[in-house]
């Protein structure tokens, strides 16, 4: 703009974080239409295509819906969606064992001071408490195959139900292609041959097109994917590589025909190098396998994958690689990558589609006014990657602790890990504590759970859980197990609710 104002953005990309990014960015500040109002255009390639997985999310994703003010039931229905209270880790610690990371609390209540999880390890200490999970009212409902949105009684678990999505990546990215393009957004087709830098400064000009047409911005979006066509392969922001914490670097993925029930929960099911997810949605299940290619072929892996579907393939499985890791800048100059071209962590929290929501609020809160200030680009760039390094111990946490006898599985249990994750285990060893910071992404009970749920378990509890007596503490914990219990019972059956709720648009 002539005053120097930020007003025209260029996205480069049409993925899932290509299209967030129209959709959010024409809601907050492309309308209504005035001269103050921001001129969006997205690039993408057809002949290129997406990634097209990325099908399991965490309940922020209702905030970014929320934002846009999409309807809940159409949003379902449109992306032939289910709805996630949880992963259920299998085999994990060791094979034949399972336990469920749910959204939510764990407890179901909140008992003052001390975290509820402190009873329970008292009660754990004698012998006498069943598995935490029995007291996580996301986990009891996720194993009955139970789902409601939340009612009214105050007081009652059902009042405050956390869940998330599974979604076809590939109809949530047409639907906010809709919903971009109906509020502005140009799209156009073709592929970038050329990113053409100012000579002065190095700023990000334009960006050419095969076929000769060049578009220029001011503040360009890097959306392009793995290859990080703005933010690395031109302006070398450079790249963190994290495989020796987390080593798989492949994956296969194929969807399957849809069984009975249609669980409210993606399964992670630990193989012999790697692991299997599941998400389940209305018309297929998603189905992939993550795994070290050092550790195992590519078609032994393919062969694992096909020989534990649960419906028939309804197609070949499709091949990616990456490399785990976060961009060293995010945002460097005029470019801010979001999605796959900032960094990947394996799809095993569900973390990636949350990340880009996450890029975007930041980019919002920061939106560069007249030119670009370098106080900002670094806030912007210290947040983004603290919330990376946070997920990134939450992930290595899931295979560090194992019991399991495979090679790849004993070289995790003995790898070194970074100290922020080192602290953060003997703390909770020690008396169940868990630290955190309240920028955080994963919460108290979701350390809680996995630490758990992978046999971390602290030597002792909480010294005031010792204010009860014996008798009042598990009276108590019985009372809690009860309430969750029949609450789960009370709810209706998943299909039964999307086929009620989500049936039409
Ligand atoms: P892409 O989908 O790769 O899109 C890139 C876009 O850039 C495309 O439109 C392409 O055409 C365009 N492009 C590239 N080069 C050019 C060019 N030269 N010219 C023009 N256009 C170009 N996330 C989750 O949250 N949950 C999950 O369950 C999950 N599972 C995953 C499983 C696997 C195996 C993988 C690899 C990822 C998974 N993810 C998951 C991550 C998720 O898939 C991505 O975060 C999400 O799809 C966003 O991808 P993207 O839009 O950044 O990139």
Redesign the pocket.
Same mark, same amino acid.
């Given at each position: 703009m002539e005053d120097g104002r930020i007003g025209k953005v260029v996205i480069?990309?049409? =993925?899932?974080?290509?299209w967030m990014a129209a959709a959010v960015l024409a809601r907050l500040m492309g309308a209504p239409a005035g001269e103050r109002r921001l001129d969006i255009c997205l690039? *993408? #390639? *057809?002949q290129?295509?997406?990634? =097209?997985?990325? *099908?399991?999310?965490i309940p922020q994703i209702r905030l970014f819906n929320r934002t846009l003010g999409l309807d809940e039931n159409a949003f379902v229905h449109r992306t032939r969606g289910t709805f996630k209270l949880g992963i259920e880790f299998d085999g994990w610690l060791r094979p034949g064992h399972r336990y469920m990371h749910a959204f939510g609390a764990v407890g179901g209540r909140d008992l003052g001071a001390v975290p509820f999880h402190h009873y329970w390890l008292r009660e754990r200490l004698t012998g006498r408490a069943p598995a935490l999970d029995e007291y996580v009212f996301n986990a009891v409902a996720a194993w009955r195959n139970r789902f409601l949105r939340g009612s009214e009684l105050k007081d009652s678990p059902l009042s405050n139900v956390a869940y998330a999505f599974h979604f076809d990546?590939s109809l949530y990215a047409r639907y906010l292609r809709e919903y971009a393009e109906a509020r502005g957004v140009r799209r156009i087709e073709?592929?970038?041959?050329d990113v053409r830098l100012r000579g002065d400064d190095g700023f990000i000009e334009s960006v050419a097109?095969e076929d000769g047409q060049v578009v220029g911005g001011e503040l360009f979006l890097d959306?392009? =994917?793995?290859?990080g066509?703005l933010i690395e392969q031109t302006l070398r922001a450079g790249y963190e590589d994290w495989s020796h914490w987390l080593p798989c670097d492949r994956?296969l993925?194929v969807p399957c025909a849809p069984v009975e029930p249609l669980t409210p929960y993606?399964r992670s099911t630990a193989r012999a190098a790697g692991w299997q997810?599941r998400?389940p949605l209305q018309h297929r299940t998603g189905n992939?396998m993550?795994y070290s290619s050092a550790h195992v072929s590519d078609d032994e892996a393919a062969a694992t994958l096909l020989a534990n579907l649960d419906g028939e393939a309804l197609d070949d499985p499709r091949p990616?690689r !990456?490399t785990t890791g976060m961009r060293r800048r995010f945002w460097h100059r005029n470019c801010v990558a979001? =999605?796959?071209?900032s960094g !990947?962590m394996?799809?095993l929290e #569900?973390?990636?589609?949350? !990340?880009?929501q996450q890029s975007l609020s930041k980019l919002v809160s920061f939106f560069p006014d007249r030119g670009f200030d370098a106080v900002d680009i670094a806030e912007y760039n210290r947040q983004v990657q603290f919330e990376y390094v946070r997920a990134r111990d939450f992930l290595i946490l899931h295979y560090l602790a194992n019991e399991r006898p495979e090679p790849f599985w004993q070289a995790c249990r003995t790898m070194p890990v970074p100290d922020t994750l080192a602290d953060r285990i003997a703390l909770f060893r020690s008396h169940g504590r868990v630290h955190r910071e309240h920028e955080e992404l994963f919460t108290e009970a979701s350390w809680v759970q996995v630490l758990v749920g992978q046999g971390v378990l602290p030597r002792s509890y909480h010294p005031m859980v010792d204010l009860l007596d014996d008798a009042e503490c598990a009276a108590m914990l019985a009372g809690v197990h009860k309430v969750l219990h029949s609450c789960a019972e009370a709810m209706p059956d998943h299909a039964a609710f999307i086929a009620r709720y989500c049936a039409s648009a």
């Open positions: 480069v990309g049409g =993925g899932t974080a290509g690039v *993408e #390639s *057809e290129i295509g997406t990634v =097209g997985v990325g *099908e399991a999310t990546a073709g592929k970038v041959a097109l959306c392009s =994917g793995f290859r066509l994956a993925a993606t997810w998400i992939g993550v990616l !990456f979001v =999605g796959l071209a !990947f394996e799809p #569900s973390t990636s589609i949350h !990340f880009i």
